[in-house]
């Protein structure tokens, strides 16, 4: 509609609609696109795209600039992982990757038990913990926190080598911020900032118990301010135009989505895209979460666990699915564990392979 009405609007003022009609090579409809409609080859200028919205896979993005990518990164709630990657060339030349995780086909037969890489920390042990069932709720009782345990059914910690690594690299520090609404788990403006320093931290210092050391440390992370910006994506999983500053904040996302990071990087042939800005949001509408799991903890998700994952994304990894629970790049956040804190051996490898 906006389209003819340009158009015959443009005839009424110069009278050259009919050569500038037939010059016309892309006509897009009104409200969300779909992939399809903005193929890979096509161009954001000739189809004057930049700022519609493209959605995929239960999520979406803003189209950026020429010369900018933006990749969407949700973590669910039921197993699945949503997300993709699109970027717009220097030229306004669309491509896409759809792939927002990975399925490591060569380990598709191990999926036995491994070893307790701790055999000190077993599930056992969570019940002699006090059954303080008010300190999970106020976040500060006495309870003690829960330990790491590796899911049985994954490969361990130390041994489970998966990792996938998205077009995506913080070549400098990853400078961010707070936003100022409310943020996971009630926490302070204070709390929030040692919580989320520590989720980035435990990516940039390759946080490990294999015994891996650190080969990130150059590229740090360093908190900034607090904001009244926001992180840049909506209530449906879109992330929308960045505003230059890497927000952490909470509020509401897609029912399912527990946490999304939106990065935007600076397309770069032949080395990894150079980041931009992420944002990351906690959806504290639908999912409660907790700063510190205690044995009488159920139905939330652990801030610095969350916020590892989603900090794994920033340096740029890509999930994981399957049967990897014990990789902090495991798809789906897992209530009251505090495992994603502590990276695997696939987590560290990841990072290895782009630091
Ligand atoms: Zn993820």
């Not at 389209?3 to 015959?8: G, K, N, R």
């Not at 191990?110 to 002699?128: C, E, I, Q, W």
């Not at 320093?197 to 590229?219: F, K, M, P, R, W």
Request: net charge negative; with cysteine.
């Amino acid at each position: 509609m906006a389209f003819a009405l340009a158009a015959s609007l443009s005839a009424v003022a110069g009278g050259m609609s009919e050569a500038r009609a037939g010059a016309t090579v892309c006509e897009l409809d009104e409200g969300e696109l779909a992939v399809s409609d903005l193929p890979s080859g096509s161009s954001v200028i000739q189809c004057d795209a930049v700022g519609r919205v493209v959605t995929y896979d239960s999520t979406g993005v803003t189209v950026p600039e020429p010369g900018t990518a933006v990749s969407v990164d949700a973590m669910s709630t039921d197993g699945t992982s949503h997300g993709f990657t699109m970027e717009v060339a220097a030229d306004g030349t669309v491509s896409y990757d759809l792939t927002s995780a990975s399925v490591d086909l060569d380990g598709t037969g191990s999926d036995k038990a491994d070893v307790l890489v701790n055999p000190a920390r077993t599930a056992g042990d969570l019940s002699l913990e006090p059954d303080d069932a008010d300190a999970d709720a106020s976040d500060a009782g006495t309870g003690a926190e829960v330990a790491e345990v590796d899911a049985a059914a994954s490969p361990g910690a130390c041994s489970d080598g998966t990792y996938a690594t998205k077009d995506q690299k913080e070549y400098g520090i990853y400078n961010w911020y707070i936003g100022d609404g409310g943020l996971p788990a009630g926490l302070s403006k204070s709390d929030a900032l040692w919580s989320f320093y520590e989720a980035l931290d435990n990516i940039t210092e390759s946080n490990n118990n294999c015994g891996y050391s650190d080969q990130v440390g150059a590229h740090t992370a360093n908190f900034l301010d607090y904001t009244s910006y926001e992180a840049d994506v909506n209530s449906r999983d879109q992330c929308t135009s960045r505003d230059g500053l890497s927000t952490w904040d909470a509020g509401n996302l897609a029912s399912g989505t527990v946490a999304i990071t939106c990065s935007w990087t600076w397309p770069t042939p032949g080395v990894k895209n150079d980041l931009r800005e992420a944002d990351v949001r906690f959806n504290t509408t639908d999912y409660d979460f907790t700063n510190k799991p205690t044995a009488s903890c159920s139905n939330k998700y652990d801030v610095r666990s969350v916020g590892t994952h989603e900090a794994g994304h920033i340096f740029g990894l890509k999930d994981i699915h399957g049967a990897h629970e014990n990789l902090t790049m495991y798809d789906t956040s897992i209530q009251c564990s505090t495992r994603a804190r502590t990276l695997a051996k696939g987590d560290v490898l990841g990072l290895r392979s782009i630091y």
